[in-house]
């Protein structure tokens, strides 16, 4: 008898709930449990995390699943490995809603009861603390919420409905404002002056004049980051996070 096989999605996380990157990894398995386990074996805090899965219909072959996810997203797609290019919270939200409606899509198109993709329900086995967290995450991807920033300063209202823009925006805003007085803190660790970043990481990036913005974090963690923009700047700017 062959194994079931699997397709997942999982992210890193900080078990001291430290902001990380939002990237995504969709890869396959025969073993959901073994394979977490195997990328978060490492004395770290930083650990693996498996956000959705599905079990795969018998007779369908899980690396064309992954050919197929990896066709759709190409534009997402780091080169050369499983990973996926996540903004904020909304666009990890969207590209997990978009898988999940390729697979229902994919189960109605065959008149065949055995041939279904089916979701597997991922709980926590343990209440330590750790598990813990993972449980919150999880529940917090898969809530269908999104939120924005709203952020003014000035005059100007930034409020585009993709947090990343609304982040790249203002942060383009106070940079010609400030013009020659813009300095670039040691603490604002996501604005790099060009030679900062290696050729490979500056293509994730937003160029802008002689910067690279990094707007790899979470939305939470952007209004933080405005926010100390501001205070460093003696700017009189306001944000806000609101749920849609």
């Not at 823009?165 to 300095?183: A, H, M, P, S, W």
């Not at 996501?190 to 937003?206: P, V, Y």
Request: proline share 1%.
């Amino acid at each position: 008898m062959s194994k079931d096989q699997y397709v997942y999605l999982g992210k890193y996380f900080h078990i001291g709930q430290k902001e990380l990157p939002l990237d995504l990894k969709f890869g396959v398995t025969d073993n959901l449990d073994a394979r977490e386990f195997s990328l978060s074996r490492t004395k770290s805090p930083i650990k693996y995390m498996l956000l959705r899965a599905w079990k795969l219909p018998s007779n369908v072959k899980r690396e064309q699943v992954e050919k197929l996810i990896s066709t759709v997203f190409s534009e997402k797609k780091y080169e050369g490995c499983e990973w996926y290019d996540i903004s904020d919270e909304n666009d990890s939200i969207e590209f997990q809603k978009k898988i999940k409606d390729i697979f229902d899509n994919l189960s109605t198109m065959v008149v065949d009861a055995n041939f279904q993709f089916e979701e597997v329900n991922l709980k926590s086995k343990s209440n330590d603390d750790e598990s813990k967290i993972e449980s919150e995450i999880r529940i917090e991807n898969k809530k269908q919420v999104n939120s924005k920033l709203k952020i003014s300063i000035d005059d100007k209202v930034f409020d585009n409905n993709q947090v990343k823009n609304t982040f790249i925006e203002t942060i383009k805003y106070v940079i010609d404002k400030l013009g020659d007085d813009f300095v670039n803190y040691e603490s604002l660790t996501f604005i790099k002056e060009t030679n900062d970043f290696a050729e490979f990481k500056q293509n994730q990036l937003t160029k802008y004049g002689k910067y690279f913005i990094d707007s790899h974090s979470g939305t939470k963690h952007k209004k933080y980051q405005i926010e100390k923009l501001f205070r460093l700047f003696n700017l009189n700017g306001k944000v806000e996070l609101i749920e849609k």
